[in-house]
Each structure stands twice: as structure tokens, then as C-alpha cells.
């Protein structure tokens, strides 16, 4: 990595507007990742080698659309790629992430959009939150390996001045941190039983909210594709990749204040994404 990847906050997600690759292995690569998840609709933050910070932000709610069958009323409507199908979310959560997904190439897209959220959150800037995360989320030995430069990573007081937070991943006073991913579907790339690669297409959030901001809330949107293996009754992350978009036309909208995006920030609630 070079000098400038290394000291720019926004360099490893999308603010050159060049597809990129993370790769995190067992093997002692560092992790990679939401977060944070990451953005000028840039991304956040390289660890070690290849390293990735998921950093994100809020989304579009799934689309759905049914696909009409001819038949008899026995007949059941095929589900268009983005349309719920109706099966409940979990109920379980391992250190705050939803949880205990089924072994099936549902669960598998459930597991992923969820925690491509876990990943692109702020949670991700506090580090017992952090490390709850990376532990509930990836394998154990992926989660072990990378957990040390994640943490190392966060904490950088370069890195954390860059996007204006302070030496605790705090906003200064008067301001919001946001930093939120909100899937908008997933598409199975492959599916094994045991295995299994899904892809999940969300927007992202991510700056600082508030009346004098200097790095004020922007949007920007990835298309993740996480390898998954199923372990201890539930599935985990192996690796992943990350690329730009597709990202839409943007329509004649006002930008919101300041005081409203810092309001809605706090006063709206995310969600635990099932298919």
C-alpha cells in the first residue's frame, strides 16, 4: 500500500471511483470491511496488506415484484430477486448481530446483508462494540487474525482526525457521526450446503451532521460479495470483495440541513434484514 492510501480515510472504498479488491484470508491477512465502513461518497480506511473497512450508510428499502404464475390456485408466485419471501427474521444475536440463520441459500443472503450492516455501522469506532462484531461475524480464525490491526486501525489518531472524529472515535460537540449501511438486496453468487457467496448491493451514509461540519453527510453506493462457510450452526465470513456501485441518477432533491440529517440520524433506527 502506498504513503497515500495509508493516510487517506477515504482511499480504499470508492472515492477514486475504482473497483477494489479485499481479500481477507486465515492466513494472517488482515481483515477487511461497513464500516465502516467508509468516502467524497469515499470510502474509509485500509488496515494491513488488504485490508477493508466496510464503512456504509443508510439505503432504499428492498424493491419487491412478483413474477405471475399460470396455473392452479396451488400454484405459489415466484419471488422477483429482490422480493421478500416472507420467512420471518431470526430471533437470535451474537454480540448485538443478528444471529442463528438457517442453513439454506436464504439464510446464507440474510447472514450477508446483515453483516454487510454489522460492518458498515459506527459500532465499528468503538471497541468493545468493534470487537464484538468482528468476533460474531467473521470465522474465528479470520476474526483472530485481523483483530489486532482492525483495532490498531480504529484507534489511529491520524486516520480518525482525517474524518474529524477525536482520539475515542467521538464527534466533537454539536455534531453526529454517521456512518450506517442499509442493503438494498442480495443476489447467491454460489451456494454449496456448507458453502456459499453472496453478493449485497447497498447505499452508505457517511460524515459528520451538524452546523459547521466540514465533512458533511454523503452517500455513496457498493456492491459487496462476501464468501460465506457455515460453522457452528451458522454462517461466517471467509473473505469478501468490494466494488463501486451500481450507483443511480440522483434526482433534483434539496440536501437536507444539517439540524434534520442530525435529527433523523438519531431519531430512525435501522433493521435486521431476512429475505
Known amino acids: 500500500m502506498t504513503d497515500d492510501e495509508r493516510h487517506d480515510p477515504y482511499s480504499t472504498l470508492g472515492g477514486t471511483r475504482q473497483t477494489r479488491t479485499r481479500l481477507p484470508e486465515p492466513a494472517g491477512d488482515p481483515y477487511g470491511g461497513a464500516r465502516r465502513p467508509a468516502r467524497s461518497s469515499r470510502g474509509l480506511v485500509t488496515v494491513v496488506g488488504v485490508v ?56 446464507a443472503q440474510s447472514a450477508a446483508a446483515n453483516y454487510v450492516a454489522a460492518l458498515g455501522s459506527d459500532a465499528m469506532f468503538d471497541t468493545t ?59 447467491t453468487e454460489r451456494y454449496n450446503g456448507d458453502t456459499a457467496s453472496v453478493s449485497v448491493w447497498h447505499s452508505a451514509l457517511f460524515g459528520l451532521a451538524g452546523e459547521g461540519s466540514r465533512n458533511p453527510v454523503s452517500e455513496s453506493w457498493y456492491t ?32 437536507a440541513s444539517a439540524e434534520d440529517m442530525a435529527a433523523a440520524v438519531s431519531q430512525f433506527g435501522g433493521f435486521t434484514y431476512a429475505r
Open 224 to 255: 459487496n460479495t462476501l464468501e460465506l462457510r457455515w460453522i457452528n450452526g451458522d454462517w461466517r465470513i471467509a473473505s469478501f470483495t468490494q466494488k463501486d456501485g451500481p450507483a443511480p441518477v440522483g434526482r433534483d432533491q434539496a440536501a
Open 129 to 187: 462494540r468493534r470487537q464484538a462484531i468482528v468476533q460474531a461475524v467473521y470465522l474465528p480464525d479470520v476474526a483472530a487474525a485481523n483483530q489486532a490491526a482492525l483495532d490498531q486501525q480504529y484507534r489511529d489518531p491520524e486516520f480518525l482526525a482525517r474524518i474529524g472524529l477525536d482520539a475515542n472515535g467521538k464527534a466533537p460537540k454539536g455534531l453526529t457521526f454517521v456512518s450506517r449501511t442499509n442493503p438494498v438486496g442480495t443476489k
Open 52 to 107: 477493508v473497512l466496510l464503512i456504509a450508510a443508510i439505503a432504499f428499502a428492498n424493491q419487491s415484484g412478483d413474477d405471475p404464475s399460470e396455473g392452479s390456485d396451488q400454484d405459489v408466485p415466484t419471488a422477483s430477486p429482490t422480493a421478500p419471501t416472507g420467512v420471518r427474521p431470526v430471533d437470535g444475536k451474537n454480540g448485538g448481530i443478528p444471529s442463528g440463520f438457517a442453513q439454506t441459500e436464504q439464510g
